[in-house]
């Protein structure tokens, strides 16, 4: 056992999450949100929220029913 979880340890996160996708379909979802949460908390999403909101205020957002009559 102690072999997998170093062998685990050594994983890039993009093999950690496959690995987790193969032995539990769901965990890799669950790392993903783990990682999302941490980077909003973080404030990385911060400048891209508050560029979101300035363009929504100055009316440059289209509506969403247009966006999927565009694609008919």
């Known amino acids: 056992m102690s072999e997998i ?9 993009q093999e950690y999450c496959e690995l987790m ?10 790392e993903w949100d783990k990682q999302m ?16 909101e300035d363009d929504f205020r100055a009316g440059r957002c289209d509506p969403l029913e247009r966006m999927f009559e565009k694609e008919k």
Request: overall charge neutral.
């Open 5 to 13: 979880k170093e062998a685990i340890a050594k994983l890039s996160p």
């Open 21 to 30: 996708a193969e032995l539990r379909p769901g965990l890799a979802d669950d």
């Open 37 to 52: 949460k941490a980077d909003a908390a973080a404030g990385k999403f911060d400048e891209m929220n508050r560029r979101a």
